[in-house]
């Protein structure tokens, strides 16, 4: 069991919210740690664009849960002269599977 932050009242371990007084139960947030690959994923994409995004989603360079938007980097660059996959290129250097969005990739 755990114990309500405010309060000080016993909770269950799932609990959103206190029964006691009602506020929500401050959760621990869970950390994934880096997997160190962005660096890599960087000169990829950056001097493959596309190609490299497609290396990228068929080997240990995924990231857990996220795959790269290899289309997207495709037709992006072809229309923008190839700056879309250059911004997208120096977003893989702060990659973090903890974020909800990240530039260039989707969640699984």
Known sequence: M???TKCGGE???????????????????ILIKSDGKNGVRFALTFLLGF?????????????????SRTLAYFFLSFITFGIHHVVA???NFSFNANNS????????
């Not at 371990?13 to 401050?26: F, L, N, P, S, T």
């Not at 969005?101 to 699984?108: C, D, E, P, R």
């Open 2 to 4: 755990a114990h309500c």
């Open 11 to 29: 909770v269950h371990d799932e609990a959103e919210i206190c029964i006691h007084c009602g506020c929500r139960i401050q959760k621990e947030p």
């Open 51 to 67: 190609i490299g995004s497609f290396i990228i989603n068929h080997s240990s360079l995924k990231p857990d849960g996220w795959k």
């Open 101 to 108: 969005y990240n530039i260039g990739y989707f969640k699984n």
């Open 89 to 91: 290129s120096f977003c």
